[in-house]
């Protein structure tokens, strides 16, 4: 916040203006000066922050009650704090009218400096609470707006923390499986093995099979060629012996 307290002072009465500021002079307040309620509206717009405004009721061209009410139609002003002066006796009528239009307090002229001085620094005080109260909201707005955050990453942390887990599990039981099917594997690729040592084994004692039935069938082709021979000699002995 800037420590500077802009104090807008309006009277169409140079000398009453005069008298208001050497009353007000402070280092912390920054007392801008307008001779009119069109100035002073003029101000509020050219100025981005405004805590008080002191001014005369009376004025030619735009009294005090005009003034304000222009003034709280723009949002930035809407609760601006108002500190009415007058020279002039101000009736109830009066009264009820300036508490319509928001004002929050009023002071005769001439000017008792004590009594001036103590509502100026008790509007100022209320403004720089509301600044302060403004400022904590703002952070906790903020500090709503982090925690929101956090809770938020806290919420992706603690999903990202549940696919991991599951990924894990999913790794634990794809190497399970793995683990099974390498030893079905194993036992498959042992079986083979013994599949092919008995295939071995039946084909080499297939191979001495065939070759003991082409030694046997030439045997049995041998045995014959010899019954045959043998058939021939007993024939031409018969021959033989018929001829004698």
């Known amino acids: 916040m800037n420590n500077e307290i802009n104090i807008l002072l309006v009277d169409d009465d140079p000398d009453s203006l005069q008298v208001l500021e050497a009353l007000l002079d402070h280092p912390e307040y920054n007392l801008i000066k307008a001779s009119s309620g069109k100035a002073a509206l003029k101000v509020l717009l050219e100025t981005k922050t405004i805590a008080l405004i002191v001014i005369d009721i009376r004025m030619p061209d ?3 009650f005009e003034a304000i009410e222009i003034v709280r139609k723009n949002d930035r002003y809407k609760h601006i704090s108002v500190l009415f002066v007058s020279s002039y006796y101000i009736n109830n009528q009066k009264i009820f009218q300036t ?29 720089t609470y509301k600044i302060r109260i403004d400022d904590l909201n703002q952070k906790l707005k903020e500090y709503e707006k982090i925690e929101q955050k956090l809770e938020h990453e806290k919420r992706q942390n603690d999903l990202l923390t549940q696919k991991v887990m599951q990924l ?77």
């Open 62 to 64: 735009m009294d005090a």
């Open 99 to 127: 508490y319509q239009a928001g004002t929050f307090d009023f002071l005769s002229k001439p000017y008792n400096s004590a009594l001036l001085k103590s509502k100026v620094s008790m509007f100022v005080q209320q403004y």
């Open 168 to 244: 894990d599990k999913l790794n634990t039981e794809q190497h399970i499986k793995l683990d099974e099917m390498a030893h079905k594997y194993h036992d498959m690729v042992s079986k083979n093995s013994e599949l092919l040592l008995h295939k071995t084994d039946l084909l080499r004692y297939h191979s001495e099979l065939l070759q003991k039935v082409s030694f046997l069938s030439q045997r049995q082709s041998d045995e014959k060629m010899a019954i045959k021979n043998l058939q021939e000699e007993v024939y031409m002995l018969k021959v033989k012996n018929t001829k004698y």
